[in-house]
């Protein structure tokens, strides 16, 4: 079974930075895409950040511009460059891969915590 493992977190003063790194498990070709998530508390769960296999991201409106999302396939690595962060971008954030298959589960990372604090 594949395993994402987190790291990178922290805490920031607003306006800071911060790059997460998500680790895959054996192979990144295990998932069709990759993607960050975010959760504060008492908030659902928030997609942030998504590349595909190709390398193709998309971002949601509230990090676009200020967070970069890429990927490493021959180390199987996933990052997040986060920028000109806001105490709002405080969270527990999450490496996923949502596999080729509707069949088969997706899989999540343990999470990483972000404050964003002066």
């Known amino acids: 079974q594949v395993q994402l493992t987190e790291s990178g977190g922290g805490l920031v003063q607003p306006g800071g930075s911060l790059t997460l790194s998500c680790s895959v498990s054996?192979?990144?070709?295990?998932?069709?895409?990759m993607h960050w998530y975010r959760q504060s508390p008492g908030k659902q769960r928030e997609l942030i950040a998504s590349?595909?296999?190709?390398?193709?991201?998309n971002y949601a409106d509230s990090v676009k511009g200020r967070f970069a999302i890429s990927r490493d396939n021959v180390q199987n690595m996933v990052y997040l460059q986060m920028n000109s962060l806001k105490p709002e971008d405080t969270a527990v954030y999450y490496c996923?891969?949502?596999?080729?298959?509707?069949?088969?589960?997706?899989?999540w990372g343990q999470g990483t915590q972000v404050t964003v604090s002066s």
């Open positions: 590349i595909t296999s190709g390398g193709q991201p």
């Open positions: 996923n891969g949502k596999p080729p298959s509707q069949f088969i589960p997706e899989t």
């Open positions: 054996r192979t990144i070709w295990a998932f069709a895409s």
